[in-house]
């Protein structure tokens, strides 16, 4: 996995910048706002990602939503163009659905339940973003390669694309 063709290797693998496209995603509110700030920071700051093929990386990545599916549009680090991939977020809405869920108990636990409880919950919320990330991995792979980590992230950012606030 360490190796890409071409002799790249995932020391250049990773991104260096993550853009987020205006026109098909909407502002929102600042908290909101907030959460795709920190989950782009989380992303840029630590992360293993690189496209299947004879790519020079760092790289970096400009996503968009275009017809209910989502648009990786991958540069090289100077901006020329490497690869789009399109991915249906079909397989990744009830997983989403069930994170804002769960997230949503979590928040409500903090208010007014036990520390123990609260635990719980979380183990739960940590659990599904888990499975949300693995999906996210199953549905790059062949396109881009990334470590859990990575897709965590990944996934992180394309829950925050959907909060509303």
Request: hydrophobic share 40%.
């Amino acid at each position: 996995m360490a190796e890409g063709q071409g002799g790249s290797t995932m020391s250049n693998g990773r991104l260096v910048e993550v853009e987020l496209d205006e026109a098909s995603i909407a502002r929102s509110t600042p908290d909101v706002e907030h959460e795709r700030a920190v989950a782009i920071y989380d992303l840029i700051e630590e992360n293993e990602f690189e496209p299947v093929g004879d790519f020079d990386g760092p790289f970096r990545l400009r996503l968009s939503i275009v017809e209910k599916k989502l648009v990786f549009e991958i540069a090289q680090e100077d901006g020329a163009p490497a690869i789009t991939h399109v991915l249906s977020l079909t397989p990744l809405r009830k997983i989403i659905k069930d994170y804002f869920l769960i997230c949503e108990s979590y928040f409500e636990a903090i208010r007014h339940s036990s520390p123990s409880q609260i635990e719980a919950i979380d183990m739960g919320r940590r659990g599904v973003h888990n499975d949300g990330s693995r999906i996210l991995m199953e549905r790059l792979e062949g396109k881009v390669r990334v470590d859990m980590q990575t897709a965590r992230r990944l996934f992180t950012l394309i829950c925050a694309l959907h909060w509303k606030g």
